[in-house]
């Protein structure tokens, strides 16, 4: 079985291209994949590997400056959710695009996942998803508003223009784990909002605590890693990935005309050229080449 980490944490690095080579370097000794993210706000990423590797990383990054409370999400898997290990620099562990957001000065208030139904089905709270279009087309809680954004970066502008849909109101936000909501709701607080309300955990952490039978979450969630989806329990979900558009589609999604396995989905045929897909065929080409001679090689 591999154990799935899944962590984010906001401090301050004042050179993290000097903390990627021992991180990659423990990472592959340790057989532990996946992605960290490093920038001088901090460190993000999800990872997987055996039990014991994975305990070292985290004890390496919780030893990194301001990172002893560093917390992080667990999930088992009995298949690699990842291929390799990658640790980038960034600009930002996450990307908004606005400098004078800042987490660690402060944020909104954390509302536990056993809370967070009583919350959200109030009438005086008006309930944002902050993910991207495709995350919420195949799961959110019920009632939630969806952005319609197609990435993180555009809500600032969306805010703007609706804002005033939520005079009056609180505002409550969540994300898959928690670290956009850091962000969004400082920023919220910024723009001159009082009442400011994210789900502790995010969605992971919801769907880990809360039993099935009480739950206000419909459909499945988005995951950055091979497991595509999940659900209650943090059970791998029935989702797989376009390889062309790297959306989430279903099994049955493959059965339409639109699919070509590793060129296009329903979701994205009409959106890239001809050139595009011939590219896109080729790629898939030199991978099953690749994964036959790994099959006659064994």
């Known amino acids: 079985m591999y154990t799935i980490a899944a962590l984010y944490h906001f401090t ?18 340790q057989n532990v994949q996946g992605t960290l993210l490093l920038a001088q706000e901090g460190v993000n990423g ?14 390496h990054l919780r030893a990194l400056p301001g990172c002893a409370d560093l917390e992080w999400k667990e999930a088992v898997s009995d298949h690699a959710p990842f291929g390799k290990m990658k640790v980038r620099l960034k600009r930002e562990i996450v990307t908004m695009g606005q400098p004078d957001v800042d987490p660690r000065a402060r944020v909104g208030h954390y509302v536990e996942p056993e809370d967070w139904n009583a919350l959200i089905t109030s009438p005086d709270v008006a309930v944002i998803d902050i993910r991207n279009d495709y995350e919420v087309a195949i799961g959110t809680f019920e009632g939630a508003i969806d952005p319609k954004t197609e990435s993180f970066g555009e ?18 936000m969540f994300c898959t ?31 880990e605590d809360v039993p099935e039978e009480d739950t206000r979450w419909t459909g499945a969630c988005f995951v950055f890693d091979n497991r595509v989806s999940v659900e209650h329990g943090l059970r791998e979900g029935p989702h797989m990935l376009c390889h062309g558009c790297r959306r989430p589609i279903l099994p049955q999604d493959t059965k339409r005309a639109e699919y070509e396995v590793g060129v296009s989905c329903h979701q994205c045929v009409s959106e890239t050229s001809e050139a595009d897909k011939a590219r896109f065929r080729e790629r898939q080409r030199q991978m099953s080449l690749s994964k036959a001679r790994r099959v006659a090689e064994s």
């Open 46 to 59: 999800t990872i997987a590997g055996p039990r014991a590797g994975i305990d070292a990383v985290i004890a």
């Open 12 to 29: 301050r690095f004042d050179d993290p291209a000097a903390l990627k080579p021992h991180l990659l370097a423990l990472c592959t000794a």
């Open 177 to 207: 784990g928690g670290i956009r909501c850091e962000k969004s709701t400082n920023y919220l607080l910024g723009q001159g909002v009082e009442d400011v309300y994210h789900l502790k955990g995010g969605i992971l952490k919801y769907l």
């Open 155 to 172: 809500f600032p502008a969306w805010w703007e223009a609706n804002k005033e849909r939520f005079h009056n109101k609180k505002v409550a």
